[in-house]
């Protein structure tokens, strides 16, 4: 059996953007794999974690608007909470919150790991073929 007759959609990469595909497509009734590299880095933030500001803030509320999970994540992981732009017109203001990456990362998981329809594995994708083939390695 090919791996394409078992899966509606596949997803690779468990960042912000694969775990928020692999949930809505899942959500939508499709049977959904999501392969990352690492399980371990599923939704994790390495370098700034923050959610929010004058452009993700944006992003954040329409991904909440559509039922997606991250600004949950953020409001489950949050920390600090800050105003930015204070000094400047009501247009600009917005809040960031600094989120704790342990916690934040472990709300994705167990969004990901309990959602029906969706199988996750660890995996490296090597190569994608033009004619709806997938080719990984555990």
Excluded at 55 to 67: N, Q, T
Aim: with cysteine; glycine share 8%; aromatic share 4%.
């Amino acid at each position: 059996m090919n791996i394409n007759d078992m899966y509606d959609v596949i997803v690779i990469g468990g960042g912000h953007a694969g775990c928020e595909a692999a949930l809505s497509a899942s959500r939508m009734g499709a049977h959904t794999l999501m392969l990352n590299l690492y399980l371990d880095n599923t939704a994790m933030m390495p370098c700034n974690p923050a959610i929010g500001g004058p452009a993700k803030g944006h992003l954040v509320r329409e991904i909440d608007a559509l039922g997606g999970e991250m600004g949950m994540a953020a409001d489950e992981a949050t920390q600090h909470l800050r105003w930015l732009n204070t000094s400047k017109g009501q247009a600009v203001r917005t809040l960031r919150a600094q989120c704790d990456p342990r916690k934040y990362s472990d709300h994705y998981r167990t969004s990901l790991l309990t959602c029906p329809n969706l199988d996750i594995h660890q995996a490296q994708v090597t190569d994608i073929h033009n004619k709806k083939r997938l080719c990984f390695r555990s």
